[in-house]
């Protein structure tokens, strides 16, 4: 069983920054790869960013790549997500999630935990 709890959402200008954070506790955290998602109404979670925790090897969905950077603290279990630049197109509620897994997918499907979510908003 891994729980998930996410913290650092909230309400920013374009260009502002950001930064996400998901503190997992598991008996064990190995193999695991984790990611964030995010969501707006109406609309498929889209994958954001994934880490795999093992080597740190990361990957993130074209519209953020340079404005996000994805980080783990291995020493607290705990994912970062640092967002900068931020864009009105970017609101929405994301969530945190991770499986114990090999490769770093970006489908949603591929997780089974996941965080409650946390709000960002970003007004122009």
């Known amino acids: 069983q891994v729980q998930l709890v996410e913290s650092g959402g909230g309400l920013v200008q374009a260009g502002d920054s950001l930064r996400l954070s998901c503190a997992a506790s598991a008996p064990t955290f190995t193999n695991v790869v984790m990611g964030w998602f995010r969501q707006t109404p109406g609309q498929a979670r889209e994958f954001v960013a994934g880490i795999r925790w093992i080597d740190g090897h990361s990957d993130y969905e074209d519209s953020v790549k340079g404005r996000f950077a994805i980080s783990r603290d291995n020493s607290k279990n705990t994912m970062h997500l640092q967002m900068d630049n931020l864009k009105p197109e970017d609101t929405a509620v994301y969530y945190c999630?991770?499986?114990?897994?090999?490769?770093?997918?970006?489908?949603?499907?591929?997780?089974?935990?996941w965080g409650q979510g946390t709000q960002v908003t970003v007004s122009s």
């Open positions: 999630a991770a499986n114990r897994i090999d490769l770093l997918i970006s489908s949603p499907n591929a997780y089974h935990y």
